[in-house]
């Protein structure tokens, strides 16, 4: 079972409006979570890294929360643009927050429509 | 600057047929990564390098696959006797640290017939 779950698997949203990923992850000891986004046909790219210390972080539209209690994070997009059509994944790092220690969710399939 | 670059974009081959894989990381940075990401999948971790190394190589999924850094710069990603199986997009990152953040390469799709 994988350590690191994402919900919804996939979600339409028309541009403008907001929407939140989930992830749950059963990772422990925990030192980080990050959410990358992935572009079709590209390498993941870091939105936001939280260590089990922080409980939201922003990069633009983009706030990540994070609950380390009940092991869960959410990944706020406001007011899409059909731009944020892509791939999000959740990315937990044990103990020793290391990359080689990274285990990936298999991510949202996110679809921004005009 | 330039990013992590891979080489090439897209590969075809048959089963049994022997390929490389290339990735030039950024400059300096002296931590490498190979992933394997099937389709709707996340990335999965196959080989990390640190210099010229292999520090980790848990994720390399059999004896088939092997990873060279010689100079601690540009690394291959080897994979023999290809099965279809073997058919996924194989994502190269590079960091300056083993703990920083990492920036990926745009990925080689590989596909087996």
């Known amino acids: 079972k994988n350590q690191v779950e994402q919900s919804p698997q996939s979600l339409i949203i028309l541009e403008g409006k907001n929407c939140t990923l989930q992830?749950?992850?059963?990772?422990?000891?925990?030192?980080?979570l990050r959410w990358y986004k992935q572009d079709t046909g590209r390498g993941p790219v870091s939105l936001t890294i939280m260590t089990f210390s922080e409980n939201t972080k922003s990069n633009g539209r983009y706030t990540a929360t994070l609950d380390a209690d009940t092991k869960q994070s959410s990944l706020h997009i406001t007011a899409s643009q059909l731009s944020d059509s892509a791939s999000y994944i959740c990315?937990?790092?044990?103990?020793?927050?290391?990359?080689?220690?990274?285990?990936f969710g298999a991510g949202t399939r996110l679809t921004v429509k005009p | 600057g330039a990013g992590v670059s891979q080489t090439p974009s897209n590969k075809v081959t048959e089963k049994g047929k022997y390929v490389e894989l290339r990735c030039d990381p950024i400059s300096g940075h002296t931590a490498l990564y190979w992933y394997r990401q099937s389709l709707g999948q996340g990335p999965e971790f196959l080989i990390y390098?640190?210099?010229?190394?292999?520090?980790?190589d848990s994720g390399l999924p059999n004896d088939r696959f092997f990873a060279v850094r010689p100079e601690g710069s540009v690394s291959t990603l080897k994979i023999q006797r290809t099965e279809r199986g073997d058919s996924a997009v194989y994502l190269c990152?590079?960091?300056?640290?083993?703990?920083?953040?990492?920036?990926f390469g745009p990925g080689t799709r590989l596909t087996v017939l």
């Open positions: 992830c749950n992850y059963t990772v422990s000891p925990f030192s980080n």
């Open positions: 990315v937990v790092s044990g103990i020793q927050g290391v990359n080689n220690d990274m285990r």
């Open positions: 990152a590079s960091s300056p640290s083993p703990s920083a953040g990492q920036y």
């Open positions: 390098f640190q210099g010229t190394g292999a520090a980790d």
